[in-house]
T-cell receptor, first 110, second 114 residues
Framework: GQNIDQPTEMTATEGAIVQINCTYQ??????LFWYQQHAGEAPTFLSY????GLEEKGRFSSFLSRSKGYSYLLLKELQMKDSASYLC???????????FGGGTRLMVKP | DAGITQSPRHKVTETGTPVTLRCHQT?????MYWYRQDPGHGLRLIHY???????DKGEVSDGYSVSRSKTEDFLLTLESATSSQTSVYFC?????????????FGNGTRLTVT
C-alpha cells in the first residue's frame, strides 16, 4: 500500500523561507516528485529526487532521505506568486505509476 | 508546454447518463494517465495506458473504463455517471517516469453530475 503525508496548509511571509515536508510509507520506491499547482490550473513539475540528498534549482530545493521515508521542498525568497498547492508524489518500483499525497496549500502573505 | 488537450473543459450531466472525456497529445509519448482530483484526496489514479490497446487499472477504477486506439488519444468513459464522480479530471502523459520525463498534465475537465 501507499501512504503519503503532507501538511494540509502552511502560511509564510513574502521574502522568507518555507519548508514543506512529505513523509511516505510505500510498498515500492523509484523516486519522489514535487509538483506545484495554482488554483484552477494543472500541476506543473518542480523536482525529482531518486538519490539521498539535496537537489537545488534556483529558489527551490528538494531533499530526500530514503531510509527515513522523508522529503522536503524548500522555497527561498518567497514571492506572492508562490502561493499555490505543492504536491508530493512517489514513483513505484516499476516506474510507471505516481501516487500523490493530498497536497500542501501554501499562502504567502505580504 | 506539453501538447495535451482535454475535452470538454467543463461538463454538467445527469446521474445515469454515459460520459466520455477525451485526452489528445501531440508529443508521441508512450504513457497516458487519467487522474481525478477531489478536496481532501489529492490526485488519484483511475487508469493508465502504456501503449495502443494496453491499459491497466489505477487505485480508483470502479465505474470507469478507458480506451486507447491511437497513440495520441486516450478516452475515459463513465458508463453510468453517479454524483460521486463529480470531480476534476486530469489527463497526463510521460515518455517514462523519471528526471528526464516527468508527468505533464492537461488543463483538466471539470465534471458535475447532478
Amino acid at each position: 500500500g501507499q501512504n503519503i503525508d503532507q501538511p494540509t496548509e502552511m502560511t509564510a511571509t513574502e521574502g522568507a523561507i518555507v519548508q514543506i515536508n512529505c513523509t511516505y510509507q510505500t510498498s515500492g520506491f523509484n523516486g519522489l516528485f514535487w509538483y506545484q499547482q495554482h488554483a484552477g490550473e494543472a500541476p506543473t513539475f518542480l523536482s525529482y529526487n531518486v538519490l539521498d540528498g539535496l537537489e537545488e534549482k534556483g529558489r527551490f530545493s528538494s531533499f530526500l532521505s530514503r531510509s527515513k521515508g522523508y522529503s522536503y521542498l524548500l522555497l527561498k525568497e518567497l514571492q506572492m506568486k508562490d502561493s499555490a498547492s505543492y504536491l508530493c508524489a512517489v514513483l513505484n518500483n516499476a516506474g510507471n505509476m505516481l501516487t500523490f499525497g493530498g497536497g500542501t496549500r501554501l499562502m504567502v502573505k505580504p | 508546454d506539453a501538447g495535451i488537450t482535454q475535452s470538454p473543459r467543463h461538463k454538467v450531466t445527469e446521474t445515469g447518463t454515459p460520459v466520455t472525456l477525451r485526452c489528445h497529445q501531440t508529443e508521441n509519448h508512450r504513457y497516458m494517465y487519467w487522474y481525478r482530483q477531489d478536496p481532501g484526496h489529492g490526485l488519484r489514479l483511475i487508469h493508465y495506458s502504456y501503449g495502443v490497446k494496453d491499459t491497466d487499472k489505477g487505485e480508483v477504477s470502479d465505474g470507469y473504463s478507458v480506451s486507447r486506439s491511437k497513440t495520441e488519444d486516450f478516452l475515459l468513459t463513465l458508463e453510468s455517471a453517479t454524483s460521486s464522480q463529480t470531480s476534476v479530471y486530469f489527463c497526463a502523459i510521460s515518455e517514462g517516469l523519471g528526471y528526464n520525463s516527468p508527468l505533464h498534465f492537461g488543463n483538466g475537465t471539470r465534471l458535475t453530475v447532478t
